[in-house]
């Protein structure tokens, strides 16, 4: 899952780093900053929105992983994807939908902190 999923949270990112002027961080040194205070305070806020753009496709992709850890880790590593689709095919319909609810609802949950937060009109993918 980290092979696949590196590079959808590196390319937000680096679509983003990439127009920032290393001459910012300059000028915050050469006003008296130390570099993690001119990190922390010039570039990371500017970063922010790729950061948690990066970070919710990453979530929301990795949600729907349910062959790799069922091949990989076995019948102890169960995911809430892992659960529902065995739950769909011993027809536990009723199960599986409330399961699917409790997923939908956590995305959307975090769709709406990603929004108060960040702003969905910042979202920066590429």
């Not at 001119?38 to 790729?50: D, E, I, S």
Request: aromatic share 12%; net charge positive.
């Amino acid at each position: 899952m980290t092979h696949i999923l590196l590079p959808f949270m590196v390319l937000p990112l680096y679509s983003v780093m990439r127009p920032i002027p290393p001459s910012y961080v300059r000028a915050a040194r050469s006003l008296g900053a130390t570099s993690w205070t001119a990190f922390r305070r010039v570039y990371l806020p500017q970063t922010m929105p790729g950061v948690a753009a990066g970070a919710l496709l990453v979530f929301i992709l990795a949600v729907g992983y349910y062959i790799t850890p069922a091949l990989v880790g076995g019948a102890r590593g169960q995911l809430i994807s892992n659960l529902i689709a065995f739950h769909f095919s011993n027809s536990n319909w009723s199960m599986a939908a409330a399961l699917a609810s409790i997923l939908l609802v956590a995305v959307l949950i975090l769709y709406w902190i990603y929004d108060r937060l960040i702003g969905i009109d910042n979202l920066k993918l590429g």
